[in-house]
């Protein structure tokens, strides 16, 4: 069955990095988008990056362009968020998910695999 497993997250400083890892498992995603959406206590989930497998064509919403890449790895079939320059309202629960027909890749409902998510904490 397909899998999505998340990993890296943890308490950070305000100004720190963390590296989430996403490492994709029982089907050929060659044909899909991978994203990362991240939700807050109290706060809808919102999309934070994306990545086309094929193309590699890349989408980031507005408030981490400059500071998050998000990047993949064909051979291990994982993808990665570096994530730089951390603000305490980059703290939330992060989810990767994969997509096979997207035409909008911000849309989360398009998503037909999501991972159980990892926990990113960044302190002031």
């Known amino acids: 069955q397909v899998q999505l497993v998340e990993s890296g997250g943890g308490l950070v400083q305000a100004g720190g990095s963390l590296r989430l890892s996403c490492a994709a498992s029982g089907r050929t995603f060659s044909s899909y988008t991978m994203g990362w959406f991240r939700q807050a206590p109290g706060k809808e989930r919102e999309f934070v990056a994306s990545?086309?497998?094929?193309?590699?064509?890349?989408s980031y919403t507005d408030s981490v362009k400059g500071r998050f890449t998000i990047s993949k790895d064909n051979a291990k079939n994982t993808v990665y968020l570096q994530m730089n320059t951390l603000k305490p309202e980059d703290t939330a629960v992060y989810y990767c998910?994969?997509?096979?027909?997207?035409?909008?890749?911000?849309?989360?409902?398009?998503?037909?695999?999501w991972g159980q998510g990892t926990q990113v904490t960044v302190s002031s």
């Open positions: 990545i086309r497998w094929s193309s590699g064509t890349i």
């Open positions: 998910a994969a997509c096979r027909q997207c035409l909008v890749v911000t849309t989360m409902d398009l998503y037909d695999y």
